[in-house]
């Protein structure tokens, strides 16, 4: 029992000086994932800034070198969405889906894009038959599901 106390005593100290992590290439990793981070809070800025181009262009980026990271994939689907490219925000949270299938973030904004890419389609089938009451009907429910989804993001943003 002593020796093996001793022996967890030195694979602790190892790690924590860098012995194990370095011999097991975790340096790499952890530079890596760091590297992700400030690059995706980088874009992430840019966005906010409202440099869109810029944003897109890093999350693309990022995208390339760490395609299993479904977050950088989300933000370019909210860039896309922004600028009424809403077949590209969709393929692109798909894309964020089939490389982490578990991030609900993801589901939730393409239940959102669907029902924005609905209101289109109502759209234009008004633009075809002006009097169309059904596609009427249908057209207010989706514009007041989405007031209602606008209003509870609104809310739900920290202050």
Known sequence: MKRLNRLIRITLIAFWTGGISHAFGLDDALH???????????????????????????????IAQYPELPEPYNNLAALHAKHGRLDAARATLEAALEAHPDYALAYQNLGRL??????RAYQRALALEPQNAR?????????????????ATTQSRPR
Do not use: N, P
């Open 114 to 119: 669907y029902v924005q890419l609905a209101e």
């Open 32 to 62: 890596s994932k760091s590297d992700a981070l400030t690059r995706f809070k980088h874009a992430t800025e840019l966005a906010q800034q409202d440099k869109d181009d810029e944003a897109g262009a890093a999350f693309e980026a990022l």
């Open 135 to 151: 596609a009427k009907q249908m057209q207010q429910k989706i514009q007041s599901v989405l007031a209602s989804a606008t209003t």
